[in-house]
T-cell receptor, first 113, second 115 residues
Framework: AQSVTQLGSHVSVSEGALVLLRCNYS??????LFWYVQYPNQGLQLLLK??????LVKGINGFEAEFKKSETSFHLTKPSAHMSDAAEYFC???????????FGKGTTLSVSS | EAGVTQFPSHSVIEKGQTVTLRCDPI?????LYWYRRVMGKEIKFLLH????????ESGMPNNRFLAERTGGTYSTLKVQPAELEDSGVYFC?????????????FGQGTRLTVV
């Protein structure tokens, strides 16, 4: 069965600091993985996705994630946080049939000046 | 191109009442999904339409929830009668194709509060 675990429900960083949001997955088939972001009062927006083409995936707004099969991880990073990055971030994996996404519990990122 | 649109953005109803949520997918997207996030929990899948047919409704919590997609365009999700535990944010998403690598586009969600 497919599942994702996001470690840390809340992460706080200073503006300019490294952002690291953790996601570990479990999948009975070769996984595809997604990171979505929800800014305040907005819907979910795709940040990036891994579809087996390359292990280092670059997304929007300077975010990237690296797929590590040996660690079953797909952590999201950004070298320098900006105030506008404050949002809730969700890691997701498709179910085996591809009819739905299975989400992690989400990580809220706070950025202080 | 307009995104996925959901109406209303917020709804507050009393226990026992009926509420209908609406979702307009991106034009041309045959696949439409409903998800729900109850406070403090994960976003959970409810069901998936392909055009007007229900492809997967394994996530629907009980028979108080009824989803329709007449004509394969917009969809409605009716809760009747509403219970306190139905409170949460209901998201709609759509995609042109289906499959495990498909990106789904989400709406802003409808925040439902049952009091």
């Amino acid at each position: 069965a497919q599942s994702v675990t996001q470690l840390g429900s809340h992460v706080s960083v200073s503006e300019g600091a490294l952002v690291l949001l953790r996601c570990n997955y479990s999948s009975s088939v070769p996984p595809y993985l997604f990171w979505y972001v929800q800014y305040p009062n907005q819907g979910l927006q795709l940040l990036l996705k891994y579809t087996s083409a390359a292990t280092l995936v670059k997304g929007i707004n300077g975010f990237e994630a690296e797929f590590k099969k040996s660690e079953t991880s797909f952590h999201l990073t950004k070298p320098s946080a900006h105030m506008s990055d404050a949002a809730e971030y969700f890691c997701a994996v498709p179910n085996q049939a591809g009819t739905a996404l299975i989400f992690g519990k989400g990580t809220t990122l706070s950025v202080s000046s | 191109e307009a995104g996925v649109t959901q109406f209303p953005s917020h709804s507050v109803i009393e226990k026992g009442q009926t509420v209908t949520l609406r979702c307009d997918p991106i034009s041309g997207h045959d696949n439409l999904y409903w998800y729900r996030r109850v406070m403090g929990k994960e976003i959970k899948f409810l069901l998936h339409f392909v055009k007007e047919s229900k492809q997967d409704e394994s996530g629907m919590p009980n028979n108080r929830f009824l989803a329709e997609r007449t004509g394969g365009t917009y969809s409605t999700l009716k809760v009747q009668p509403a219970e306190l535990e139905d409170s949460g944010v209901y998201f709609c998403a759509s995609s042109r194709s289906q499959g495990r690598r498909t990106e789904a586009f989400f709406g802003q969600g409808t925040r439902l509060t049952v009091v």
